[in-house]
């Protein structure tokens, strides 16, 4: 098959034919149709993830596509079957995993990481890892479920419990952000949207925010402030993470208000005031894409029309190296995705 292969860090990928994966009896192996280019890819291309990685290696974790082969022990999946990949594969045994926390198993791996992942024309996966779905919607626009749109629905829903009427600030529109947009709305909140990127709060908007703010034209915690009658909003989904969005993103938070990080940077810590946290019992909390059940009712609301999977650029497998550049330098508002055949 061909694949597009990681050979050194900060190096191009090199389309390469490689071995078709072979199918053990609890696995199976899809035809990929779509990939998702997520910045965590990035990462994976410039060595930021090294501790995971074992070189060569094929990226991709954003994966949709057609059953083509079925393990011998497996049941309730045929050939043919369209679906997507839960790209997180937990032990099964520990009391996370027992406990629907498997992005949380103790042992964790994941496709596009420790395994190859969908830069290529065929992935393998656990059976238990597929979530299928029955509507006719492009496969590129469906692979970009399990993170990208899947990420903030668990943020927003399980972590941040955001409630009706409630004000939602969701720090840095792109491929998460657009969708925590969506979801917010969805879920009855009113919605801030913040990014340095016209493009992007003009996306925002499109998608349901109430308001947006360029924070670059603005001072952002002064707007926030002006906008809540000087309180603050109830949840903040920080995909930035950065010390500089979050020395204003903390303080915008209403007292008792909750703070999930979703973004980061590796090589950046934040620091944290910790008697601000204790004078307005402020809560933060980071958040780990999603489990496999929140997965599958994404894909459901997605098959619903509730969610809109924003994909700004379709790309063949073999430009892959300039969808990852386009993605390093955020050149793209929306996701990127591989159309692949």
Request: charged content about 25%; glycine content about 10%; hydrophobic content about 40%.
């Amino acid at each position: 098959m061909r694949a597009m292969v990681l050979h050194e860090y900060g190096r191009e990928l090199i389309l390469e034919e490689v071995s078709d994966p072979s199918c053990g009896s609890a696995e199976i192996v899809m035809k990929v149709e779509g990939c998702g280019m997520c910045y965590t890819d990035v990462k994976v291309v410039t060595g930021q993830l090294s501790d995971f990685i074992e070189l060569p290696h094929i990226p991709g974790h954003e994966i949709a596509g057609r059953v083509v082969e079925v393990g011998k022990d497996v049941k309730g999946i045929e050939v043919g079957q369209k679906g997507v990949c839960y790209f997180l594969i937990g032990c099964g045994d520990c009391d996370r995993c027992r406990t629907a926390n498997e992005n949380l198993c103790y042992s964790l791996t994941r496709i596009g990481f420790e395994f190859p992942g969908g830069y290529a024309q065929y992935v393998k996966l656990p059976a238990h890892n597929f979530c299928g779905f029955d509507e006719d919607i492009p496969f590129e626009r469906m692979a970009i479920l399990p993170d990208a749109v899947a990420t903030p629905f668990h943020a927003l829903t399980k972590l941040a419990r955001l409630a009706p009427g409630e004000t939602a600030l969701i720090v840095g529109i792109g491929g998460l952000g657009v969708h925590a947009v969506q979801i917010a709305r969805l879920m009855g909140g009113k919605v801030l949207a913040a990014d340095v990127k016209q493009e992007a709060l003009e996306m925002a908007r499109e998608h349901g925010a109430d308001m947006v703010i360029n924070t670059r034209a603005h001072s952002p915690l002064e707007y926030v402030k002006e906008q809540t009658h000087g309180r603050g909003v109830d949840v903040v989904l920080e995909g930035v993470g950065s010390p500089e969005t979050m020395a204003w993103t903390i303080p915008a938070m209403r007292k008792g208000g909750r703070l999930i990080i979703m973004g980061y940077d590796p090589f950046n810590p934040v620091p944290i005031n910790a008697m601000d946290m204790h004078n307005n019992e402020w809560s933060i909390q980071g958040t780990k894409v999603s489990n496999k059940q929140e997965l599958a009712e994404v894909i459901r609301l997605v098959e619903q029309g509730k969610i809109d999977p924003v994909v700004s650029q379709v790309l063949p497998l073999e430009d892959a190296n300039e969808g990852l550049q386009g993605v390093k330098e955020r050149r793209v508002t929306g996701r990127t995705a591989m159309k692949v055949s």
